[in-house]
Each structure stands twice: as structure tokens, then as C-alpha cells.
């Protein structure tokens, strides 16, 4: 589409370019704020289309980017005005044992979703760069934005991870530099108690950690598909965690773990596992054997590393996750 004409005579039009390049970006901003694929996928297009229609009232006295940014904030705004937060299992109770497991739910807005990296990511991207917007989508880091409320989350995400200034998140915001500090201050506070270093996952040395990490990677998927728990095992870390939203349930450590599989998650005995990303780490579409023939889909699999050993086994059972994920909907064979 070509650029459409200046509105009542101003010198400001804008082409189609003008607000795709920034979809990734937004991506990444909307998710960070609302913690939901599904409603990020909303939001972007949302923020595009208000962004069209007001696109002739446009005067450019600010950057196309921080206009869009300021749209984007207003509608993450307003889709959040619930209490309710979306959080992981480990967020809202202590770990479970494998035989006190009781099959108990939440609703589906209860809970963190994943993120494909090719939606946040740029295949051709600055490495560095690369590296911290992997570090700011990790489910962890989403998850404490949830504690903060809406404007404040907003203020941290472009001072702390945008490095936007104060003057241009106040300007963003209308509000003043005073007001962006304060607000700031206190969502550190906030992160800082939500976010424990020792369980941040790999970030440095990226070079040489993606080798080992392959490996790593490589050992489990053999693992996983024989079902061989024993190998499975022995590749996760002293204090790993599991997951499986929408269960309010989760698991710590390596030995629980095992009994899992041994026990209730029996049910991933000839799973096969399809490779994608999500939040800056391996991921998998497990699909389980389907009584019809091949494998139908089963659960999204995050997968965080960290000093060599499997740290995360995050299992998201909502299977609409499948196609957000460029997916196959079933396997033959």
C-alpha cells in the first residue's frame, strides 16, 4: 500500500513500513505487558488499527515509534483492568508431591502463556541486543511484571528495558520525570524480590553456552522420546522445577520429578517432540500417541538451562498454543 496523503494539508504521511517494522518490538512490549500470546496477538493488532485511523491526525511531533509505543501502552492498559493477574504455578502455592496430585485447574486467564521467539525475535539482529530481549521475555522476568501495576510495569519496561529516558516514558505517560523516578524506584523494589539471580537462566558467554547448551538440548529430546527417566533424570538440576498450566500443581527436584513420569505423566510414554522456541529457550511441541494413528498434540514445552542442567520443564497443555506456534495440528506415521 502506498503512503497515504497528508491529512488537511500537513507535510506527514505514512506508508504501511512505517508501523510493520516496529511489530516485533510491539510484540515483545505488549507480551511483557500482559503475559498472554493471545492477547499480545490482540493488542498489536489492536494498537495497528487505531493506529491507521488516527494515522491522518498524526503530526509528527513525535517519532511514528513512540506514538505507536504510546497506543500500544493505552490498549495493554485497558485490556488489563482486571485484578486478576496471570501467573506460573510456583507463583501461588509451595511444590506438590507426585502422590498428593489431584487433577485441580484455574481458568485459562490465570495463567502465563509462552511466546514464540520468532514473533520478539530478528533472525538478523544485533547479538547483543538478541541476548536482553531474550533475558526480558523469560517467564520468570514476565511473570514479576505481573506484580506491578499496569502504569508502573509500563515505566519499568521502557526505562529498564527500552533504556527510553524519563522525560520520554513522562512524555509518553503525561506525567512528569518526578512521577516516571518514583514509579521506577518502586517496580525495582518490586523485581527485586520476584526475580532471584540463581534462577536466571543462561545468558552469558552465549557463543560457547549454545554449544553445550545443543548438547544438552540434543541428550534430552533422546531421552524424552524413548522415555528412557533415567537419562531424563540425570540432565535436570538439583533444584529444577516443573509446570503444567492450567493445573494449580508444580514440582522441585530431580527425584519428584522422575516419579512424575514414572507415575501420572506416564502418558508421555512414545510421545514425539517437534523443535521450536519460546521465550528465549528451546521449546517442543509434545505430541502424544493418537489411539486414530500418528501424534496428536499434547503440551508446549519450555525448556530453561542453566550451569548445564535442565532448570525448567515448563508444560503448557493448551494446545491452541500449537498453531501460535507455526505447529503441525497432528503428526502421521
Not at 506527514?12 to 505487558?33: H, K, W
Request: net charge negative; with cysteine.
Amino acid at each position: 500500500m502506498s503512503s497515504r496523503p497528508a491529512a488537511h494539508g500537513r507535510d506527514v504521511a505514512i506508508a504501511d513500513e512505517d508501523f510493520e517494522q516496529y511489530r516485533r518490538e510491539l510484540n515483545a512490549y505488549c507480551y511483557r505487558m500482559l503475559g498472554s500470546a493471545f492477547e499480545t496477538d490482540d493488542a498489536v493488532q489492536e494498537t495497528m488499527v487505531r493506529a491507521w485511523r488516527s494515522s491522518g491526525s498524526f503530526e509528527g511531533r513525535s517519532t511514528v515509534r513512540s506514538w505507536l509505543y504510546r497506543i500500544a501502552t493505552n490498549v495493554c492498559i485497558d485490556m488489563r483492568q482486571s485484578p486478576q493477574r496471570r501467573a506460573r504455578p510456583m507463583d501461588l502455592g509451595p511444590s506438590g508431591r507426585t502422590d498428593s496430585f489431584a487433577g485441580v485447574t484455574r481458568p485459562g486467564e490465570a495463567w502465563l502463556e509462552p511466546i514464540p521467539d520468532s514473533w520478539v525475535l530478528s533472525e538478523n539482529g544485533d547479538p547483543a541486543e538478541l541476548v536482553a530481549i531474550r533475558e526480558s521475555v523469560q517467564l520468570a522476568f514476565v511473570a514479576a511484571l505481573q506484580y506491578l501495576p499496569a502504569r508502573q510495569r509500563a515505566v519499568l519496561i521502557l526505562r529498564e528495558v527500552l533504556r527510553w529516558s524519563a522525560l520520554e516514558v513522562a512524555t509518553l505517560l503525561d506525567t512528569t520525570v518526578v512521577s516516571v523516578n518514583s514509579a521506577l524506584q518502586r517496580a525495582r523494589s518490586t523485581l527485586a524480590a520476584r526475580v532471584p539471580a540463581s534462577r536466571q537462566i543462561d545468558e552469558q558467554d552465549e557463543q560457547v553456552l549454545d554449544v553445550d547448551r545443543l548438547q544438552l538440548i540434543a541428550r534430552y529430546v533422546d531421552a524424552f522420546e524413548r522415555y528412557d527417566v533415567v537419562a531424563l533424570v540425570a540432565l535436570l538440576r538439583d533444584d529444577v522445577v516443573m509446570s503444567m498450566p492450567p493445573y494449580d500443581f508444580w514440582l522441585e527436584g530431580p527425584v519428584e520429578v522422575g516419579r512424575w513420569f514414572l507415575g501420572p505423566g506416564s502418558h508421555c510414554r512414545g510421545s514425539r517432540l517437534v523443535a521450536t522456541a519460546a521465550n528465549g529457550c528451546s521449546a517442543f511441541g509434545s505430541y502424544s500417541p493418537d489411539p486414530a494413528g500418528g501424534h496428536a498434540p499434547w503440551a508446549l514445552q519450555v525448556i530453561e538451562v542453566s550451569d548445564g542442567r535442565i532448570v525448567g520443564h515448563h508444560n503448557f497443555l493448551d494446545t491452541r498454543l500449537f498453531a501460535k506456534f507455526g505447529l503441525p495440528a497432528h503428526l502421521d506415521g
